[in-house]
Protein backbone atom coordinates (compact mmCIF):
# COMPACT_ATOMS: atom_id res chain seq x y z
CA UNK A 1 0.00 0.00 0.00
CA UNK A 2 2.79 2.53 -1.19
CA UNK A 3 0.12 5.12 -1.80
CA UNK A 4 -0.68 5.16 2.22
CA UNK A 5 2.82 6.21 3.12
CA UNK A 6 4.53 9.68 2.78
CA UNK A 7 7.22 8.88 0.50
CA UNK A 8 9.17 12.90 0.25
CA UNK A 9 10.80 13.23 3.90
CA UNK A 10 10.78 16.45 6.07
CA UNK A 11 7.39 17.47 5.34
CA UNK A 12 6.52 19.35 8.74
CA UNK A 13 3.30 21.52 9.18
CA UNK A 14 4.21 23.63 11.93
CA UNK A 15 1.78 24.00 14.97
CA UNK A 16 0.38 26.84 14.18
CA UNK A 17 -0.90 25.88 10.88
CA UNK A 18 -2.50 22.98 12.13
CA UNK A 19 -5.35 25.18 13.59
CA UNK A 20 -8.91 24.82 11.87
CA UNK A 21 -10.06 27.63 13.86
CA UNK A 22 -8.41 31.37 13.29
CA UNK A 23 -6.66 32.76 16.47
CA UNK A 24 -9.28 34.28 19.12
CA UNK A 25 -12.21 32.81 17.28
CA UNK A 26 -13.43 30.85 20.67
CA UNK A 27 -13.46 32.17 24.57
CA UNK A 28 -13.06 30.06 27.41
CA UNK A 29 -14.98 30.96 30.41
CA UNK A 30 -11.88 31.33 33.24
CA UNK A 31 -14.88 30.67 35.84
CA UNK A 32 -16.68 27.32 34.15
CA UNK A 33 -13.96 26.47 31.64
CA UNK A 34 -16.78 25.93 28.87
CA UNK A 35 -16.31 27.34 25.48
CA UNK A 36 -18.33 29.97 23.17
CA UNK A 37 -17.82 31.88 20.16
CA UNK A 38 -15.55 34.92 20.90
CA UNK A 39 -18.56 37.01 19.02
CA UNK A 40 -21.32 35.66 21.29
CA UNK A 41 -19.42 36.33 24.12
CA UNK A 42 -18.49 40.05 23.08
CA UNK A 43 -22.76 40.52 22.13
CA UNK A 44 -23.55 38.77 26.17
CA UNK A 45 -21.89 42.06 27.29
CA UNK A 46 -18.54 40.02 27.97
CA UNK A 47 -20.32 37.50 30.31
CA UNK A 48 -20.00 34.00 30.25
CA UNK A 49 -23.29 32.24 28.50
CA UNK A 50 -22.99 29.43 30.71
CA UNK A 51 -22.26 30.45 34.09
CA UNK A 52 -22.94 34.33 34.08
CA UNK A 53 -19.16 34.63 35.13
CA UNK A 54 -18.33 38.49 34.30
CA UNK A 55 -15.23 39.20 32.51
CA UNK A 56 -13.11 42.07 33.62
CA UNK A 57 -13.24 44.24 31.16
CA UNK A 58 -12.31 48.04 30.48
CA UNK A 59 -13.16 51.54 29.61
CA UNK A 60 -13.83 50.84 26.15
CA UNK A 61 -15.71 48.03 26.61
CA UNK A 62 -18.27 50.06 28.66
CA UNK A 63 -18.45 53.42 26.68
CA UNK A 64 -19.39 50.83 24.09
CA UNK A 65 -21.86 49.24 26.09
CA UNK A 66 -23.56 51.85 27.42
CA UNK A 67 -23.30 54.80 24.98
CA UNK A 68 -26.10 54.97 22.32
CA UNK A 69 -24.20 53.08 19.01
CA UNK A 70 -21.32 53.34 21.54
CA UNK A 71 -20.76 57.03 20.59
CA UNK A 72 -19.32 59.28 23.16
CA UNK A 73 -16.92 62.56 23.52
CA UNK A 74 -14.10 61.84 25.76
CA UNK A 75 -12.80 64.29 28.37
CA UNK A 76 -9.47 65.61 29.75
CA UNK A 77 -7.98 62.43 27.02
CA UNK A 78 -4.47 63.65 27.02
CA UNK A 79 -3.57 64.16 30.81
CA UNK A 80 -0.51 62.36 32.43
CA UNK A 81 0.82 61.79 35.62
CA UNK A 82 3.51 63.90 36.82
CA UNK A 83 6.00 62.70 39.20
CA UNK A 84 5.96 64.69 42.58
CA UNK A 85 7.64 62.77 44.71
CA UNK A 86 10.34 61.84 42.45
CA UNK A 87 9.13 57.80 43.32
CA UNK A 88 11.38 54.94 42.42
CA UNK A 89 10.97 51.28 43.32
CA UNK A 90 12.04 48.58 41.28
CA UNK A 91 11.91 51.32 38.78
CA UNK A 92 11.17 54.94 38.19
CA UNK A 93 7.69 56.39 38.08
CA UNK A 94 7.87 58.07 35.25
CA UNK A 95 9.43 55.38 33.31
CA UNK A 96 6.69 52.49 34.89
CA UNK A 97 4.32 55.22 33.34
CA UNK A 98 5.61 55.14 29.70
CA UNK A 99 5.47 51.28 29.95
CA UNK A 100 2.13 50.95 31.51
CA UNK A 101 0.91 53.48 28.67
CA UNK A 102 2.58 51.49 25.75
CA UNK A 103 1.47 47.95 27.32
CA UNK A 104 -2.29 49.27 27.42
CA UNK A 105 -2.88 52.40 25.07
CA UNK A 106 -4.13 54.16 28.07
CA UNK A 107 -3.00 57.15 29.53
CA UNK A 108 -3.87 56.99 33.11
CA UNK A 109 -6.65 54.88 34.92
CA UNK A 110 -9.89 55.93 34.38
CA UNK A 111 -11.52 57.85 31.28
CA UNK A 112 -14.32 60.46 31.34
CA UNK A 113 -16.71 60.26 28.66
CA UNK A 114 -20.19 62.26 27.82
CA UNK A 115 -22.81 60.81 25.44
CA UNK A 116 -26.39 59.53 25.25
CA UNK A 117 -27.64 56.90 26.86
CA UNK A 118 -31.01 55.83 26.10
CA UNK A 119 -31.55 59.43 24.54
CA UNK A 120 -30.41 60.90 27.84
CA UNK A 121 -27.50 62.73 28.27
CA UNK A 122 -24.91 61.48 30.88
CA UNK A 123 -21.43 61.40 31.77
CA UNK A 124 -19.43 58.33 32.74
CA UNK A 125 -16.02 57.84 34.30
CA UNK A 126 -14.74 54.29 34.16
CA UNK A 127 -11.61 52.86 35.26
CA UNK A 128 -9.04 50.41 33.95
CA UNK A 129 -7.58 47.78 36.03
CA UNK A 130 -4.94 47.39 33.41
CA UNK A 131 -3.23 50.96 34.29
CA UNK A 132 -0.92 49.98 37.08
CA UNK A 133 -4.28 47.86 38.80
CA UNK A 134 -6.68 50.59 38.36
CA UNK A 135 -4.61 52.38 41.25
CA UNK A 136 -5.65 56.41 42.17
CA UNK A 137 -3.75 59.09 41.51
CA UNK A 138 -3.98 62.28 41.02
CA UNK A 139 -4.88 62.12 37.73
CA UNK A 140 -7.74 59.96 38.26
CA UNK A 141 -8.55 62.33 40.70
CA UNK A 142 -8.73 65.05 38.68
CA UNK A 143 -10.23 63.69 35.84
CA UNK A 144 -13.25 62.04 37.97
CA UNK A 145 -13.49 65.54 39.61
CA UNK A 146 -13.94 67.33 35.86
CA UNK A 147 -16.51 64.18 34.80
CA UNK A 148 -18.48 65.75 37.44
CA UNK A 149 -17.48 69.44 36.52
CA UNK A 150 -19.17 68.30 33.24
CA UNK A 151 -22.08 66.96 34.75
CA UNK A 152 -22.89 69.85 37.33
CA UNK A 153 -22.38 72.48 33.94
CA UNK A 154 -25.02 70.38 31.87
CA UNK A 155 -27.28 68.87 34.93
CA UNK A 156 -26.72 65.69 33.64
CA UNK A 157 -26.36 62.71 35.71
CA UNK A 158 -23.16 60.85 36.48
CA UNK A 159 -22.03 57.74 36.82
CA UNK A 160 -18.95 55.85 38.28
CA UNK A 161 -17.63 52.48 37.35
CA UNK A 162 -14.86 51.72 39.55
CA UNK A 163 -12.30 49.04 38.93
CA UNK A 164 -9.50 49.37 41.47
CA UNK A 165 -6.75 48.23 43.60
CA UNK A 166 -6.82 51.49 46.00
CA UNK A 167 -4.65 54.31 46.30
CA UNK A 168 -1.14 54.61 43.87
CA UNK A 169 1.75 54.08 46.23
CA UNK A 170 4.49 56.07 43.96
CA UNK A 171 2.06 59.28 44.50
CA UNK A 172 1.93 58.40 48.27
CA UNK A 173 0.20 61.86 50.02
CA UNK A 174 -1.31 62.99 46.85
CA UNK A 175 -3.20 59.92 46.22
CA UNK A 176 -4.58 60.07 49.54
CA UNK A 177 -5.80 63.78 48.52
CA UNK A 178 -7.80 62.48 45.74
CA UNK A 179 -10.28 61.07 48.17
CA UNK A 180 -11.14 63.94 49.69
CA UNK A 181 -11.18 65.95 46.50
CA UNK A 182 -13.61 63.48 45.00
CA UNK A 183 -15.93 63.18 48.18
CA UNK A 184 -16.47 67.17 47.96
CA UNK A 185 -16.78 67.15 44.81
CA UNK A 186 -20.30 64.19 45.15
CA UNK A 187 -21.20 66.81 47.65
CA UNK A 188 -21.55 69.52 45.23
CA UNK A 189 -23.52 67.33 42.63
CA UNK A 190 -25.61 66.27 45.49
CA UNK A 191 -26.57 70.23 46.18
CA UNK A 192 -27.00 70.87 42.88
CA UNK A 193 -29.23 67.58 42.79
CA UNK A 194 -27.30 66.18 40.00
CA UNK A 195 -27.86 61.95 40.71
CA UNK A 196 -24.52 60.38 41.10
CA UNK A 197 -24.90 56.90 40.75
CA UNK A 198 -21.42 54.11 42.01
CA UNK A 199 -21.09 50.99 39.77
CA UNK A 200 -18.82 48.34 41.96
CA UNK A 201 -16.90 45.86 39.54
CA UNK A 202 -14.52 43.55 39.72
CA UNK A 203 -12.62 44.07 41.96
CA UNK A 204 -13.50 47.54 44.47
CA UNK A 205 -11.06 48.73 46.90
CA UNK A 206 -9.00 50.21 49.15
CA UNK A 207 -9.11 54.32 48.97
CA UNK A 208 -11.64 54.17 46.42
CA UNK A 209 -14.04 51.91 48.13
CA UNK A 210 -13.40 54.11 51.22
CA UNK A 211 -14.49 56.98 48.74
CA UNK A 212 -16.17 57.51 45.90
CA UNK A 213 -17.49 54.39 45.74
CA UNK A 214 -19.22 54.24 48.25
CA UNK A 215 -20.81 57.93 47.93
CA UNK A 216 -23.42 57.06 45.12
CA UNK A 217 -27.09 58.09 45.65
CA UNK A 218 -27.14 54.74 44.41
CA UNK A 219 -24.54 52.11 45.00
CA UNK A 220 -24.66 49.10 42.67
CA UNK A 221 -22.47 46.45 41.74
CA UNK A 222 -22.07 43.63 39.03
CA UNK A 223 -22.35 40.27 40.57
CA UNK A 224 -19.88 38.32 42.06
CA UNK A 225 -17.18 41.63 42.29
CA UNK A 226 -15.05 41.71 45.28
CA UNK A 227 -15.41 44.57 47.12
CA UNK A 228 -13.67 45.87 50.41
CA UNK A 229 -11.46 48.44 52.25
CA UNK A 230 -8.35 45.94 52.93
CA UNK A 231 -7.91 42.29 51.53
CA UNK A 232 -9.48 39.22 53.16
CA UNK A 233 -5.64 38.12 54.54
CA UNK A 234 -5.06 41.05 56.12
CA UNK A 235 -8.30 41.55 57.86
CA UNK A 236 -8.18 37.71 58.96
CA UNK A 237 -4.31 38.16 60.54
CA UNK A 238 -5.52 40.77 62.15
CA UNK A 239 -8.56 39.69 63.88
CA UNK A 240 -7.30 36.06 64.05
CA UNK A 241 -10.54 34.50 63.22
CA UNK A 242 -11.50 32.88 59.85
CA UNK A 243 -14.13 35.08 57.62
CA UNK A 244 -17.40 34.07 56.41
CA UNK A 245 -17.79 31.99 53.77
CA UNK A 246 -18.67 34.53 50.35
CA UNK A 247 -16.89 37.70 51.89
CA UNK A 248 -16.31 40.54 50.43
CA UNK A 249 -18.36 39.33 47.71
CA UNK A 250 -21.21 41.65 46.21
CA UNK A 251 -24.02 39.30 47.09
CA UNK A 252 -22.04 39.09 51.41
CA UNK A 253 -22.26 42.89 50.95
CA UNK A 254 -25.39 43.73 49.76
CA UNK A 255 -26.52 41.53 51.89
CA UNK A 256 -25.05 43.48 54.75
CA UNK A 257 -26.50 46.60 53.66
CA UNK A 258 -23.69 48.35 51.60
CA UNK A 259 -25.11 48.15 48.02
CA UNK A 260 -28.44 49.11 46.98
CA UNK A 261 -28.56 46.32 44.19
CA UNK A 262 -26.61 44.19 41.91
CA UNK A 263 -27.36 44.37 37.98
CA UNK A 264 -26.15 41.75 35.57
CA UNK A 265 -24.06 43.55 32.98
CA UNK A 266 -26.21 42.74 30.24
CA UNK A 267 -29.46 44.62 31.99
CA UNK A 268 -27.18 47.64 33.18
CA UNK A 269 -28.09 50.22 30.57
CA UNK A 270 -31.25 49.22 30.64
CA UNK A 271 -31.69 49.08 33.97
CA UNK A 272 -29.44 52.80 34.53
CA UNK A 273 -31.59 54.48 32.54
CA UNK A 274 -34.99 52.94 34.68
CA UNK A 275 -33.64 54.13 37.39
CA UNK A 276 -32.62 57.85 36.43
CA UNK A 277 -36.46 58.20 35.03
CA UNK A 278 -37.43 57.32 38.44
CA UNK A 279 -35.11 59.62 40.16
CA UNK A 280 -35.09 62.70 38.63
CA UNK A 281 -34.25 64.87 41.41
ZN1 LIG B 1 -18.64 30.31 32.62
Redesign the pocket.
Known amino acids: MSWFQRKAKGINTPTELKREAPDGLWHQ??????VMHTREHKNNAYT??????HDKIGSEAYFKILFDEGEYQELDSEMRSADPLEFVDTKAYPERIVTTEKKSGLKDAVRTAHGNMHGKKITISCMDFGFIGGSMGSVVGEKIARGMDHALKTKTPFLMISKSGGARMMEAGYSLMQMAKTSAKIAQLDEAKVPYISLMTDPTTGGVTASFAMLGDFNISEPGALIGFAGPRIIKETIGKDLPKGFQTAEFVQDHGFLDFIVDRKDLKDKLASLLNMIKK
Open positions: CSECKQCLHCNY
